[in-house]
């Protein structure tokens, strides 16, 4: 039950568009369809941004995408803005577990 | 609207045991898998612990098999998970958190979460 992997930071000018990528294996992100995003800020709970790879809740603004491409899961947020400043964490269900990637922060420049 | 009372976490020897509970309001917990995520510095978020909507199937990470034990009573709102044998390296902050209708739903509501302190 390893972590998921991602980069530890990434950064972008408001406008930009960035992306975060999410490293798993044949065991999960490989085998199932059920990726999820989460944004964290300081002090607060995370929340959902993204399930099912690319599916957005309600309430979400529809900047912020997901995709998987075999092992690998990706979240683009678009037209980055200052409240965009968080941190990420990609979510990968394996069956009889549940795997978290290390967390990636944005920076917005 | 979606409520969480958290409590029961603290400070406590290695080797020691917590109980730690949800007391949610606003939804039919008995519709929802539920489960525990903790965070720390070090590690981010990590999974812990989930259980199916009527408590019969319990699953643990790795880390913690053997040693803590996730329930629900559905009549009192109520989600629990009891540790034991506590070591440095379960200091987090522990979260309880809801599911959906399967084990691969996404997490909707997130408690505020309790802190763990585990210390000599």
């Known amino acids: 039950q390893s972590a998921l992997t991602q980069p530890r930071s990434v950064s972008g000018s408001p406008g930009q568009s960035v992306t975060i990528s999410c490293t798993g294996t044949n065991s999960d992100i490989g085998t199932y369809d059920y990726v999820s995003w989460y944004q964290q800020h300081p002090d607060k709970a995370p929340k959902v941004l993204i399930y099912?790879?690319?599916q957005r809740p309600s309430g979400v603004p529809d900047r912020f995408s997901g995709s998987k491409s075999g092992n690998t899961a990706s979240l683009t947020i678009s037209g980055l803005q200052a409240e965009d400043e968080a941190d990420y964490y990609c979510c990968s269900y394996a069956g009889s577990y549940i795997l978290f990637g290390g967390g990636t922060k944005v920076t917005v420049l | 609207e979606v409520q969480v009372v958290e409590s029961g976490g603290g400070l406590v020897q290695p080797g020691g045991s917590l109980r730690l509970s949800c007391v949610f309001s606003g939804f039919t917990l008995r519709n929802y898998w539920m489960h525990w995520v903790r965070q720390s510095p070090e590690k981010g978020l990590v999974w812990v612990s989930r259980i199916n909507s009527a408590g019969t199937s319990p699953s643990y990470a790795d880390s913690v098999k053997g040693r803590f034990t996730i329930s629900r009573d559905n009549a009192m709102n109520t989600l629990y998970l009891q540790m034991n044998s506590l070591r440095d390296d379960d200091t987090a902050v522990y979260y309880c958190?809801?599911?959906?209708?399967?084990?691969?739903?996404?997490?909707?509501?997130w408690g505020q979460g309790t802190l763990v302190s585990v210390s000599s």
């Open positions: 958190v809801r599911g959906g209708s399967g084990s691969y739903s996404p997490f909707d509501f």
């Open positions: 099912d790879v690319s």
